[in-house]
């Protein structure tokens, strides 16, 4: 497997990773939404290939992977839209994703990780459960727990059932 961010002249590539991310994140917030909706689109992608934040895990040349990594201050690095081809599930990809965008943060002088977890409230979901687990494994605590509706209220109109929003982080230097 190989990871590495794509360059401008991947910009080709947009369209398969927005398709990607689309079709697991159906499955992973599947119930929190009242309508299907795509969580990205080609265009949106492209912006993040442009800006150099999109890096993509691929195996024998194929699309297997994708996450965008970028910097929010001085201190601190973010991932999200990490998505793994789900006829490769359990091979490590995502796991050398994250790898990769900590690699990449702390390198560059980052002191924290972030990322973001959409949640019920009220039930639990196989999808969000499981990532919960696996970020905790890999040293994310979770630093601000609030209702969605309260932080992105625009949002709150197309919501299926009352969600938090979590942020998680993680010291890169421990
Ligand atoms: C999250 C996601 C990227 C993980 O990708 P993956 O390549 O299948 O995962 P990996 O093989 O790297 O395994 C990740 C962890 O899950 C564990 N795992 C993998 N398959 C598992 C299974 N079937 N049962 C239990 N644990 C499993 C691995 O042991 C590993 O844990 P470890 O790092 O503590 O050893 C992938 O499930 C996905 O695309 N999900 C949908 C999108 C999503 O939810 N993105 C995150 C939004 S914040």
Known sequence: M????LPPSGLASA???ADLVNLVYAESEKGLWRESTDRTSADEVGAFVRAGEIAVASVDGALAGSVRVRRLDEATGEFGMLA????RRGAGIGRELVRFAERTCR????????LELLVPREW????K??????????????????????DYPHLAPSLATPCDFLIYRKDLLA
């Open 2 to 5: 190989e990871i590495a961010f």
């Open 15 to 17: 369209g398969r990773i």
């Open 84 to 87: 793994a081809d789900p006829a």
């Open 107 to 114: 390198d560059a002088g980052c002191r924290e990780m972030q």
């Open 124 to 127: 639990t979901h196989p999808s």
């Open 129 to 150: 459960q499981f990532l919960a687990d696996w970020y905790a494994r890999l040293g994310y605590r979770v630093t601000h727990r609030a209702d969605l509706a309260v």
